[in-house]
């Protein structure tokens, strides 16, 4: 039976996910790994291996939790996973390589619409972050981009990765409210399919136009095409 939508108006917190969300993954990692692909005589297109890097490393960081065993750290799984990318695609690379692309060659760029959307519901609503970052990590990247949150929640807290229950179940406990008053908002429907099965509501970030799909029939509780219109829907504008 298809997940009944929840009221907003109760909502009092609202918790973002970062990677895809409001991170933008492509304007922060194509342009490092477009050098580093033309230096090894790759002709196909940066933006296209940093998505397939993203997509393997989402699939990879949730195998733990499937075997039972404690949370590999994500900057970890991250770079492993790169490795086993460019060995897929024959690219001759060193470790150091990796942690260049990854850090050094690297420019986090949030999303144009992030921190004018963050900024109109920071006085209506507790924001966080809520991420399958590593803490130190999440916490460098609010400081460093001046995302205006109040915290960082990551599911290395929780012992697990996004979409298990887990992971959600600890940020409403550190938020101490009911599930139903928080607002997950994130531009994965996987995501959003967690956070609402966990009891919170999910508002889906439609930036690529692809429709949201669970197996039941269940739709988000909201679903905008990007911050701005969130922005306008929660503050009434």
Do not use: C
Request: net charge negative.
């Amino acid at each position: 039976m298809p997940m009944l939508k929840l009221p907003l108006e109760r909502v009092r917190a609202v918790t973002f996910d970062l990677y895809g969300t409001l991170l933008d993954l492509e304007a922060s990692f194509a342009p490092g790994f477009a050098g580093f692909l033309k230096s090894k005589g790759f002709l196909g297109n940066a933006s296209d291996v940093v998505q397939a890097w993203e997509t393997a490393y989402l699939h990879e960081s949730n195998v733990d939790s499937l075997l039972g065993r404690p949370r590999t750290p994500f900057e970890v799984v991250r770079r492993l996973i790169l490795s086993q990318l460019f060995h897929r695609l024959k690219i001759e690379h060193t470790e150091d390589d990796i942690e260049q692309l990854v850090t050094t060659k690297a420019t986090p760029t949030l999303f144009p619409d992030v921190k004018e959307s963050l900024t109109r519901l920071k006085g209506k609503y507790d924001l966080s972050v809520l991420s399958n970052g590593d803490l130190a990590s999440l916490n460098r990247a609010v400081s460093g981009l001046g995302i205006p949150v109040v915290r960082a929640i990551s599911a290395e807290q929780a012992g697990y990765y996004k979409p298990h229950a887990g992971v959600y179940q600890h940020a409403i406990k550190e938020l101490g409210l009911p599930g139903e008053q928080v607002l997950h908002v994130a531009a994965h429907a996987w995501d959003i399919r967690g956070a609402r099965a966990a009891g919170m509501a999910g508002a889906y970030i439609n930036r690529y136009g692809i429709p949201y799909v669970d197996a039941d029939g269940s739709q988000a509780d909201l679903e905008m095409p990007g911050l701005s219109e969130l922005a306008d829907h929660l503050t009434g504008v």
